[in-house]
């Protein structure tokens, strides 16, 4: 999860878009929840081998992105996880994601990286 994706520009966006890319270059199936203002349902798209899936938040003044309907990114989260081998976490939502994934086990890692 990252609090936005490419196209927008900044160090999180580029980070989480470098390890991502970098991830599908090597075989791996890579999705990326992400944050987006000024939509009213989530988005899917594919950039570069990357599963982007753009999720409505609520940003005021653009940072701390606040998830909008919570009940369906909660199953969505549930969802994506049972699948996979690791769920990597580079944003202020981590800890609500945390909280949904807590069954997880080991296979959850988080970098938290606050905006200002």
């Not at 992400?34 to 081998?49: L, P, Q, V």
């Not at 944003?91 to 994601?97: A, I, K, N």
Request: aromatic share 6%; with cysteine.
């Amino acid at each position: 999860a990252a609090p936005r994706y490419p196209p927008h520009v900044g160090g999180v966006e580029y980070v989480v878009k470098s390890t991502a890319e970098r991830l599908a270059m090597r075989g791996h199936e890579v999705t990326v929840l992400c944050g987006e203002e000024n939509i009213d349902s989530h988005r899917e798209e594919w950039i570069n081998s990357v599963h982007v899936i753009r999720w409505p938040v609520q940003a005021p003044g653009g940072a701390y992105h606040i998830p909008r309907m919570r009940d369906k990114l909660e199953k969505l989260l549930q969802d994506l996880a049972k699948g996979c081998d690791a769920v990597h976490f580079h944003s202020v939502l981590t800890m609500y994601s945390l909280s949904v994934l807590r069954g997880c086990g080991d296979r959850v890692a988080h970098n938290i990286s606050l905006q200002s």
